[in-house]
């Protein structure tokens, strides 16, 4: 109701306890309005222990180093088997295959990843990951001639294959919405950690010593697996609250209010009717859906336009670019270092993704690195007309500026982002196997770049190489800016939602609590 002021002016404010208004010659009573209580910040009431979450990341990601040593092996490994001084030469031909042929084996190992998931829980096949790695490196180690190599390798892209998705997907799983970001983060860091431990370690020993020393992190790693239970989310997909409750309680501490998340957990469950699912047509039916079509279309050409930007022909073909590109310092030096700055700019874009989200960053891969490939692109053409001329390079540290820049750009983002969003976009029923599904796309252009390095650069000359990496990365940014959401703090419900069209959009205030 309005009160009057003294100029007849009808007011609607509050009312000041000092200074109560009078009508009629009558003091109002006034009716105090309880103040209410201060907010906390929200969230942190009831949160388990970051630690727990933590250790449990870092022991499931420890197999995503094997993938940086898979995809680092070759860089050091081919100009040793290449030189006259080898007891175990290749032609060019084979040292294709060799670099490329453990992407050959990753797109099966994501497909039976994916399955084994769905089937026999996470954990389970994280161990079973490991089996393969371990056979392939001793079988390279062992190798007496390319074939045994090839099987090496085969196997060892098998293996990296299988840890991928279960690796992303456990940590996503078992982490809070706010860790999940920078956690999921972590098989990024493994992955860089491998490639800098193959190329230190292939700088200074021989291949084959490389291959036997690598055996050692799936072996750490299935040791590991065994102290970790399984997932919440997969036990109570398969109706063992019991066990998901026990689970949960292992990786939350008694910091965090065990009964209510599961309870959330189980009304998602019920609300959305997920179950496990038992025959193919309803296995069909879900990989159908608009919640699994549209993250698994984005996501596809997301790992195609960042694969193709050519961030694995530098990783798997290192020493020889820096060969190639006129650089005048030690070519294994400039491997190591680029090694060691693709793992500390993975830290710092792990850190970056939970404050600045998934969209800026892919922005900064897309742009800086089809600008950098672009000036590598102009100065390898003019490394071209020097040789040709018999003219001494100039400005050598061009290449290697734009080299490392390039590392850092693709670092902060591409490295980074799609690998976390695997465990973030897809339905809890199907996660594992669209996730499988996911990698091995993302694989299968790995293979496609990698193998087809040597033939472009006949055909287009290293510049020309680098310039269509360059041109199609920035072309990409178009396709992120109209598609790729913001997944940064946000529920694996409600970004399960959007994609089933649920809600319209993930661009407000979350409003709904962990309960995927």
């Given at each position: 109701?309005?009160?009057?002021?003294?100029?007849?002016?009808p007011y609607y404010g509050s009312v000041s306890d000092a200074t109560p208004f009078i009508k009629n010659g009558v003091k109002a009573t006034i009716t105090k309005t309880p103040e209410k209580p201060p907010k906390e910040k929200p969230g942190k009431e009831g949160r388990g222990k970051a630690f727990k979450q933590i250790v449990a990341a870092l022991i499931v990601n420890l197999g995503t180093?094997?993938?940086?040593?898979?995809?680092?092996?070759?860089?050091?490994?081919?100009?040793?088997?290449?030189?006259?001084?080898?007891?175990?030469?290749?032609?060019?031909?084979?040292?294709?295959?060799?670099?490329?042929?453990?992407?050959?084996?990753?797109?099966?190992?994501?497909?039976?990843?994916?399955?084994?998931?769905?089937?026999?829980?996470?954990?389970?096949?994280?161990?079973?990951?490991?089996?393969?790695?371990?056979?392939?490196?001793?079988?390279?180690?062992?190798?007496?001639?390319?074939?045994?190599?090839?099987?090496?390798?085969?196997?060892?892209?098998?293996?990296?294959?299988?840890?991928?998705?279960?690796?992303?997907?456990?940590?996503?799983?078992?982490?809070?919405?706010?860790?999940?970001?920078?956690?999921?983060?972590?098989?990024?860091?493994?992955?860089?950690?491998?490639?800098?431990?193959?190329?230190?370690?292939?700088?200074?020993?021989?291949?084959?010593?490389?291959?036997?020393?690598?055996?050692?992190?799936?072996?750490?790693?299935?040791?590991?697996?065994?102290?970790?239970?399984?997932?919440?989310?997969?036990?109570?997909?398969?109706?063992?609250?019991?066990?998901?409750?026990?689970?949960?309680?292992?990786?939350?501490?008694?910091?965090?209010?065990?009964?209510?998340?599961?309870?959330?957990?189980?009304s998602f469950k019920e609300k959305n009717h997920v179950e496990p699912l038992k025959s193919t047509r309803e296995i069909v039916k879900a990989l159908l859906a608009p919640s699994t079509l549209k993250p698994f279309g984005i996501l596809a050409l997301y790992f195609f336009i960042y694969q193709w930007c050519g961030v694995n022909t530098i990783t798997f073909y290192a020493v020889e670019v820096?060969?190639?590109?006129?650089?005048?310092?030690?070519?294994?030096?400039?491997?190591?270092?680029?090694?060691?700055?693709?793992?500390?700019?993975?830290?710092?874009?792990?850190?970056?993704?939970?404050?600045?989200?998934?969209?800026?960053?892919?922005?900064?891969?897309?742009?800086?690195?089809?600008?950098?490939?672009?000036?590598?692109?102009?100065?390898?053409?003019?490394?071209?007309?020097?040789?040709?001329?018999?003219?001494?390079?100039?400005?050598?540290?061009?290449?290697?500026?734009?080299?490392?820049?390039?590392?850092?750009?693709?670092?902060?983002?591409?490295?980074?982002?799609?690998?976390?969003?695997?465990?973030?976009?897809?339905?809890?029923?199907?996660?594992?196997?669209?996730?499988?599904?996911?990698?091995?796309?993302?694989?299968?252009?790995?293979?496609?770049?990698?193998?087809?390095?040597?033939?472009?650069?006949?055909?287009?000359?290293?510049?020309?190489?680098?310039?269509?990496?360059?041109?199609?990365?920035?072309?990409?940014?178009?396709?992120?800016?109209?598609?790729?959401?913001?997944?940064?703090?946000?529920?694996?419900?409600?970004?399960?939602?959007?994609?089933?069209?649920?809600?319209?959009?993930?661009?407000?205030?979350?409003?709904?609590?962990?309960?995927?």
């Open positions: 109701m309005a009160s009057t002021s003294s100029d007849g002016v180093i094997n993938t940086g040593m898979a995809f680092g092996f070759s860089a050091t490994a081919l100009p040793q088997l290449k030189s006259g001084n080898s007891t175990l030469t290749i032609t060019e031909s084979e040292a294709s295959w060799i670099a490329s042929l453990s992407a050959v084996g990753t797109p099966i190992g994501c497909i039976l990843s994916g399955y084994l998931m769905d089937n026999i829980g996470r954990r389970r096949t994280l161990i079973f990951t490991e089996v393969p790695l371990i056979i392939g490196w001793i079988t390279i180690s062992f190798a007496q001639n390319v074939i045994m190599i090839y099987i090496g390798r085969l196997l060892v892209g098998l293996g990296s294959g299988m840890v991928g998705a279960p690796a992303r997907v456990y940590t996503c799983e078992v982490s809070q919405p706010h860790l999940r970001g920078m956690l999921g983060a972590m098989a990024s860091v493994g992955v860089s950690t491998g490639v800098l431990i193959v190329y230190i370690i292939g700088s200074a020993t021989s291949w084959n010593i490389l291959a036997g020393v690598s055996a050692i992190v799936p072996i750490i790693s299935l040791l590991g697996m065994f102290v970790l239970p399984e997932t919440p989310n997969y036990l109570l997909n398969q109706d063992k609250t019991e066990k998901a409750e026990k689970s949960l309680s292992k990786l939350r501490g008694s910091t965090c209010n065990l009964n209510d998340e599961i309870q959330k957990m189980i820096f060969e190639a590109s006129g650089a005048t310092l030690d070519k294994y030096s400039l491997t190591i270092s680029m090694g060691v700055l693709r793992v500390i700019f993975t830290v710092v874009g792990c850190i970056l993704c939970r404050r600045c989200g998934r969209r800026p960053l892919t922005f900064v891969s897309s742009l800086g690195c089809g600008t950098s490939m672009v000036v590598l692109s102009v100065y390898l053409y003019y490394v071209q007309y020097w040789k040709e001329n018999n003219l001494p390079p100039q400005y050598s540290w061009i290449p290697v500026a734009s080299i490392y820049l390039f590392m850092i750009f693709c670092t902060l983002g591409f490295l980074i982002v799609p690998w976390i969003m695997i465990g973030e976009v897809y339905p809890t029923q199907v996660r594992g196997i669209v996730g499988g599904m996911t990698t091995c796309v993302a694989h299968m252009s790995i293979f496609t770049v990698v193998k087809t390095f040597p033939l472009l650069k006949h055909s287009l000359n290293d510049y020309g190489t680098f310039g269509l990496y360059g041109a199609l990365s920035l072309a990409g940014t178009a396709f992120f800016y109209v598609f790729l959401p913001e997944t940064k703090g946000k529920t694996l419900q409600e970004i399960e939602d959007y994609f089933s069209g649920r809600i319209k959009s993930l661009s407000g205030k979350n409003t709904q609590t962990e309960i995927a």
